[in-house]
């Protein structure tokens, strides 16, 4: 099992920057990626950026490239997600996960891929 513990959301006018910590503990030697996700009421749960566990590849959603930053690996745990210049459509509960699947980093898109979710962090962007 693997436990994740996300923190560092808030409440931030447009423009603005957040840092997301997603602190791992567990049964973490067998993970092979990390993602943030996203997901706004009433909408489906969407991929934002994954890392690779050495921490040497990333991936990131057209929608949030330029503005986030994932960083962070397994021997610097926790995993960050930097984000800047946030927009009123950034708000949403960020979710952190872990995968077991050692896969392509584009892969890491699909919730499906992912074993070990966290418990959320809220993120409001006031225009």
């Known amino acids: 099992q693997v436990q994740l513990v996300e923190s560092g959301g808030g409440l931030v006018q447009a423009g603005g920057s957040l840092r997301l910590s997603c602190a791992a503990s567990?049964?973490?030697?067998?993970?092979?990626?990390m993602g943030w996700f996203r997901q706004a009421p009433g909408k489906d749960r969407e991929f934002v950026a994954a890392i690779s566990w050495s921490g040497t590849s990333t991936y990131y959603a057209d929608s949030v490239k330029g503005r986030f930053t994932i960083f962070g690996d397994n021997a610097k745990n926790p995993v960050y997600l930097q984000m800047n210049n946030l927009k009123p459509e950034d708000t949403a509960v960020y979710y952190c996960?872990?995968?077991?699947?050692?896969?392509?980093?584009?892969?890491?898109?699909?919730?499906?891929?992912?074993?070990?979710w966290g418990q959320g962090t809220q993120v409001t962007v006031s225009s």
């Open positions: 996960a872990a995968s077991t699947k050692a896969a392509v980093m584009k892969s890491y898109v699909v919730v499906g891929l992912y074993d070990y």
């Open positions: 567990g049964r973490t030697f067998n993970t092979y990626g």
